[in-house]
């Protein structure tokens, strides 16, 4: 008798839903790893002591990459894929295969009333921030970008690229146009860490940011000073897209430290994010990437000595699926397989934001 009390309990473990399964969150912090596949993860992993902040999320998934015109999606289509819910042709920022603009989740959430932002270790108009806010044919138009931002009300944005809105080709200075929308513009960590409300522009370097190794604890601190800001709207909740940029970096470059400092950084900001959730309890926190870069084989290592050996197929992006983990309310919707397009959907679904 008490051997099979014993295997219905077992059995039944497999059926017992999370605790948060059936919760709706209130609050969304989407995390994008630029460049970030599963051979990214476990180097960063055995190069910190074999454990990674990210082993604390266990709804996990993959999502497939491929963009309207390319197997191989650039950042552009990667990014307006998981921004958006709409594949476009490689390059293109908000606009659908077609040239037509289509509404970010960001976008959606914030004509619904809930707060957003964006963190990223990279300019404020480079390629994947720029697809959640931006509508442009070309991921290069960075000046055209950074004018999308003011056509927006996002309430909080982080990261470098401030020449392109106050030394412009066509003499604009978008630092004041911010300023008369309201706008806290900084442009120090200092600065962006003292602000606790209202509206900010925290523009902190003049165009990409240092590696992780000159940068500092910036991107988690730059997170949680975002988070702080945003959790104001309580009544709403918000929207946060934060990304570790420069893993694609790496990546490119086949930079084996450099990458398993990226990914370690950004592996920091990860676990200050799910801290935040956790005590919450009403955020569902998503961690995913626009793509693989490198096509990265770790072909041995040593893990007392938390070393990894490496090998790269190409300097560019490859084709391959990327991981998917979340936590929190809503954390469920992300296991298995899905599309890079299914994230909006489901965001969408799970905030209650109207069409």
Known sequence: MKKNFLLLLFIGSFFIPSLTAGKQPKNVIFLIGDGMGLAQIYLGMVENGNTLELER???????????????????GAGGTALATGVKTKNHMIGLGPDSIAVESILEQAERNGLSTGIVVSCAVTYVTPATFIAHQVNRKMYEECAADYLKTDIDVFIGGGRKYFDSRSDGRNLIDELKAKDYQVVTTLDEVVKVKSGKLAGLVHEDQLPEASERGNYLPEATMAAIDILDNNKKKGFFLMVEGSQIDWAGHDNNAGMMAREM???????????????????????????????????????????????????????????????????????????????????????LKLKK
């Open 264 to 350: 370690i950084d950004f592996d920091k900001t990860i676990g200050a994010v799910l801290d935040y959730a956790k005590k919450d309890g009403n955020t569902l926190v998503v961690v995913t990437a626009d793509h693989e870069t490198g096509g990265l084989s770790l072909i041995g290592g040593d893990m007392a000595k938390n070393k990894v050996k490496t090998n790269y197929a190409l300097k560019n992006h490859s084709g391959i699926p990327v991981p998917v983990f979340a936590f929190g309310p809503g954390a469920e919707e992300f296991m298995g397989f899905m599309e890079n397009i299914d994230f909006k959907n489901k965001i969408s679904k799970l």
């Open 57 to 75: 999320m266990k709804h996990v998934g993959l999502s497939k990459t491929y963009s309207a015109d390319n197997f191989v999606t650039d950042s």
